[in-house]
């Protein structure tokens, strides 16, 4: 993912490991933020008046911008799919290049006709009725089951999970663009 | 002050648990950083 991992504070190092891991085993130090106390939290205003800092993640990008902040409950747990999203709007080519290296990833179909979607989008109801009539063959990817396909659209389409998204012959359209999909069907 | 996206991110320098220097300047250019707060130790993750 080209992201590194910094954990400030003490926390079991065992569930810090852990949680790196299932972000794409991605290497961190674990850095001591005791001596001034709270020093580095109290610059990123996340420091509680009890001296602990609060359960907090900042994505930082290239240039030293932030890009994201979540602060979270105490009790809940970072939800690993925005963090995901986040940095793989960051660096696209890697999220993609790790997501297809996963255990279990699907490659992309090799058909004429990829229509990436999910169950609940109404745009991509519209395209299935569209190719029924069309008489057009395809193979449907649920993105929200195949998530090295969700990887791919996030790819094409500047790090959105856009659906529908299609893969015609190598030609990606995302978004139901119909004079666009109806020319690379050669419809048009 | 709390930070929000599109501010710079203040720079730190601290050690890491083998007495290592890093600083958030190491990474400029070269990588994106997820910088993660914890709590003390002894609260559930």
Redesign the interface.
């Known amino acids: 993912m080209n992201a590194q991992v910094l954990g400030i504070s003490v926390d079991s190092v065992p569930c810090l490991k852990a949680w790196a891991e299932s972000l794409g085993g991605i290497t961190y130090p674990l850095l001591s933020d005791f001596y001034p106390h709270g020093a580095v939290a109290q610059k990123y205003g996340v420091l509680l008046p009890d001296g602990r800092s609060e359960r907090a993640i900042f994505v930082i990008d290239k240039a030293g911008i932030i890009q994201y902040v979540d602060i979270h409950d105490i009790d809940s747990q970072p939800d690993n799919e925005v963090l995901f999203g986040v940095l793989a709007r960051l660096e696209p080519q890697a999220a993609a290049r790790w997501q297809a290296a996963q255990p279990g990833a699907a490659p992309e179909p090799q058909v004429d006709v990829v229509l990436y979607c999910t169950p609940w989008c109404p745009a991509c109801r519209r395209v299935r009725a569209y190719f029924q009539e069309k008489h057009i063959s395809y193979v449907e990817v649920d993105i929200t089951r195949d998530r090295a396909a969700a990887m791919r659209v996030r790819e094409w389409a500047n790090g959105y999970e856009t659906t529908p998204t299609f893969n015609i012959r190598g030609q990606i359209i995302v978004d139901f663009d119909r004079a666009k999909v109806d020319k690379a069907l050669g419809l048009a | 002050?709390?930070?929000?996206?599109?501010?710079?991110?203040?720079e730190?320098n601290?050690?890491?648990?083998?007495e290592?220097q890093?600083r958030?300047?190491d990474?400029?250019?070269?990588?994106?950083?997820?910088?993660?707060?914890?709590?003390?130790?002894w609260?559930?993750?």
């Not at chain 2, 002050?1 to 203040?10: E, F, H």
């Not at chain 2, 601290?14 to 083998?18: A, E, G, R, S, V």
């Open positions: 002050m709390k930070l929000i996206p599109g501010n710079p991110a203040p730190f601290l050690n890491n648990h083998l290592q890093v958030l300047s990474y400029l250019g070269k990588k994106n950083v997820v910088l993660v707060f914890f709590p003390l130790a609260t559930p993750v």
